[in-house]
């Protein structure tokens, strides 16, 4: 038996489990703490700290020399600091080092959106393929390479970072204030605000969905049309230099039933330099659970 230690740095909540890699999808043991990211950076350390420790003290396992850490933001190779978290106390902090100091093991540490890809690459809807592009559409747009079950992280720490593409630089403004990028377009609050434009209502997406499935909104129809026609012309650009053989769908928009229809499919093929498109477009499978599967499959 195998076990490795992984945690889930979530915005709300931290998640510690620690999971056989021969039996991943039954974690040993598996807790969560609020992350209170309100109380500041200090605080979020300590419950690290504190969640590590009870782990350690209901499985009667001391911490391992290694554990994997899912992240929202990266590390900048460069400067070491933690740089794009959402979660603001968190940038411009050393918090590999930080962490290392307070736990007394080494880190490796990867950003939440490579930690999904990993999981659902080593466990879950894209097991056994070679390369696999992880997105995550929800309200922010992210992404992470999986190669031969390895995450790519580049020479900046952004690789994946797809959400950031510039379509059209006179586009709306993203959550980042960036003008024209994949997420001012197909964010969830972007489409909302899209929709709410048109139509002069406020609907939550998932309305605008169901509408657009049953045709009885023309609104809705153009919210989603708007959805798959950036969609495919964004994920063209992956395909064309990447070319993965599995494409996973996470997040709250990635439930959207037209994103994995054969006419979305049709609009991709006429964005991608090949006159098929034939690579696996796929829900995810692990739910919750791959962000903290992930993070220990860092140091599996």
Request: net charge negative; charged share 20%.
């Amino acid at each position: 038996m195998a076990l490795v230690w992984g945690i889930d740095l979530g915005g709300t909540k931290i998640e510690g489990a620690i999971i056989d890699t021969a039996a991943p999808d039954k974690p040993l043991c598996r807790l969560r703490v609020p992350t209170e990211a309100e109380k500041g950076y200090g605080h979020i350390r300590s419950q690290i700290k504190k969640l590590c420790d009870t782990i350690s003290a209901e499985s009667g396992l001391p911490l391992p020399p290694e554990i994997g850490i899912g992240t929202p933001g990266v590390i900048d190779p460069g400067t070491r600091m933690l740089k794009n978290s959402n979660t603001q106390c968190l940038n411009g902090q050393p918090l590999q080092q930080d962490l290392e100091s307070d736990l007394g093991v080494k880190l490796v540490l990867s950003n939440d959106a490579n930690c999904f890809a990993l999981a659902e690459a080593i466990l879950g809807a894209a097991k056994n393929y070679p390369t696999v592009f992880g997105v995550i559409l929800g309200t922010g747009v992210g992404g992470g390479i999986v190669v031969n079950g390895r995450v790519l992280t580049g020479c900046h720490g952004i690789a994946g970072e797809w959400g950031q593409l510039v379509l059209d630089p006179s586009g709306p403004v993203s959550n980042y204030g960036t003008r024209g990028t994949v997420e001012a377009f197909i964010a969830g609050p972007a489409l909302e605000r899209f929709y709410a434009k048109r139509s002069g209502k406020a609907r939550p997406l998932r309305e605008i969905a169901a509408q657009a499935e049953d045709n009885s909104d023309s609104d809705a129809v153009a919210t989603i049309e708007r959805l798959t026609d950036h969609f495919a012309r964004a994920i063209g650009i992956i395909i064309d230099v990447l070319d993965p053989h599995a494409i996973v769908l996470g997040g709250g928009v990635g439930n959207i039933g037209a994103l994995y229809t054969e006419k979305t499919r049709a609009k991709i093929t006429t964005a991608i330099f090949n006159s098929r498109f034939e690579a696996a477009l796929l829900k995810p499978t692990l739910g919750d659970s791959a962000g903290v599967f992930g993070a220990a499959m860092l140091v599996a």
